[in-house]
């Protein structure tokens, strides 16, 4: 039994049923029977046509489901339009269901779980676990979510910049649990990079490869975080890393920038640097011109300061921090490194101190919490 293929073909399956008249729970719950039978049947039958088998037996599923429902007994003509045996249309609906997934009247959140368990073909306990929600949880999000889009007009979905950022919440989730979330996010880009010629989707995948190229990187042994300065760049994935670059430079040839392709032009020259020292922090700082220009993102300007503070010294860096909210995510970390950079060592350990009292994550807050006291011995 080849489980990829089914998990490749069952997107396509359950859009289908849906552009076919199916709601949404129920085209799911019908092309999960389907696939149950399909591991029953095909090792010893396999089909010549795998899609066009799962259309028809999901199909037949709904249907049979249509007629029980007593609720549901005006939908009672779709019995007559069974498509007949034979192959499945060749267009892929995968892009569909995407934009369905991803429409803009669901939360992140639902979205996220939606796109992870009608596309990704997830279960709902791998979804919870990498979520650490209990799955009751999950099961609830993801059923609210589906009764969000069964009211929707499938010829109605949401547009692609939803798409990409709910495919980017799915990447920044990292990993947790069973489920790698960050690969999946990379397989789910592929798929839709496959489907739909957009700078953008580009540019995402591009910067998914580079950043996760740097992953085995990122923690020492003990789990603490290492900072990109101090990485071990032998333990970069360099395929990964030529293949985002590749990517990139296609995509910003077609002269249509968006956020996502800066994002990876600055992870790209992180990339080439031989060591930290050969960061050309110069060009970084342009790009963030350019993405702030694009998103004006509070965080992006955050990260510019750090740009800042590189090409043009720590001082120019907290001039330009000061421009900034002092109640940014991270704003009194990057204040306390580069007043270190700047040689004050006092107010650098009390803002490590401070910024640690607000991390968001316990590898994030040990991390601080040891430059607090790292610099506190050296006064």
């Given at each position: 039994?080849?489980?990829v293929?089914?998990r490749n ?5 359950l859009?289908i ?5 199916a ?7 019908a ?6 039978e399909?591991?029953?049947v095909?090792?010893?039958?396999p089909?010549r046509?795998?899609k ?43 892009l569909?269901l ?18 992870l368990?009608?596309?990704g ?22 059923s609210?979510?589906?009764?969000t889009?069964s ?6 979905p949401?547009?692609?910049?939803t798409?990409?950022r709910?495919?980017?919440?799915v ?8 489920v790698?979330?960050a690969a999946?996010?990379?397989?789910l ?16 995948l ?17 789990g603490?975080?290492v ?20 990517i ?8 249509r920038?968006?956020e996502?392709?800066a ?15 050969e960061?050309d ?6 790009w ?5 220009h ?6 992006v300007?955050?990260n510019?300061?750090v740009?800042?503070g590189?090409?043009?010294g720590p001082?120019a860096?907290?001039?330009?921090l ?23 060592l ?16 316990l590898?994030?807050r040990?991390h601080?919490?040891?430059?607090a006291?790292?610099l506190?011995?050296?006064?």
């Open positions: 039994m080849n489980e293929l089914l073909l069952t997107p396509s399956v859009a049923l849906v552009r076919r008249g709601d949404f729970a129920a085209a799911e719950d092309v999960q029977d389907a696939l149950v399909a591991v029953r095909w090792p010893a039958d089909p046509d795998p066009g088998w799962l259309v028809t037996v999901a199909w037949r599923r709904f249907l049979d489901t249509v007629r029980a429902d007593a609720a549901r007994r005006r939908r009672e003509d779709l019995v007559n339009e069974e498509p007949a045996p034979g192959p499945a249309p060749a267009a892929d609906d995968t569909r995407y934009f369905l997934c991803a429409h803009p009247s669901l939360t992140p959140s639902s979205a996220v779980a939606l796109t368990r009608a596309v073909g997830l279960t709902t306990r791998q979804i919870a676990r990498a979520y650490l929600v209990p799955e009751a949880t999950m099961a609830q999000r993801i609210r979510a589906k009764r889009v009211r929707l007009r499938f010829d109605q949401g547009d692609v910049a798409v990409l709910v495919l980017y919440l990447f920044n989730e990292g990993y947790s649990g069973d790698d979330l999946e996010a990379i397989r880009t592929r798929q839709l990079a496959a489907v739909i010629d957009h700078p953008e989707v580009a540019g995402l591009a910067l998914m490869l580079l950043h996760h190229a740097r992953r085995a990187a990122r923690t020492a042994p003990d603490s975080l900072p990109l300065a101090e990485q071990d760049r032998g333990r970069w994935d360099t395929a990964s890393i030529a293949e985002g670059v590749a990139l430079q296609a995509a910003l040839a077609r002269d920038l968006g996502f392709q994002q990876a032009a600055i992870a790209a020259l992180h990339a080439d640097a031989p060591t930290a020292e960061t922090w110069v060009q970084i700082v342009e963030y011109d350019e993405l702030a694009l998103t004006d993102s509070p965080i300007r955050l510019r300061a740009a800042v590189e090409a043009d001082r860096g907290l001039a330009a000061a421009a900034l909210d002092a109640s940014l995510p991270r704003h009194t970390a990057v204040a306390a490194y580069l007043h270190e950079r700047d040689g004050d006092a107010t650098a350990a009390r803002l490590y101190a401070e910024a640690a009292q607000k991390a968001p994550n590898a994030e040990g601080l919490t040891r430059q006291a790292r506190n011995a050296r006064r």
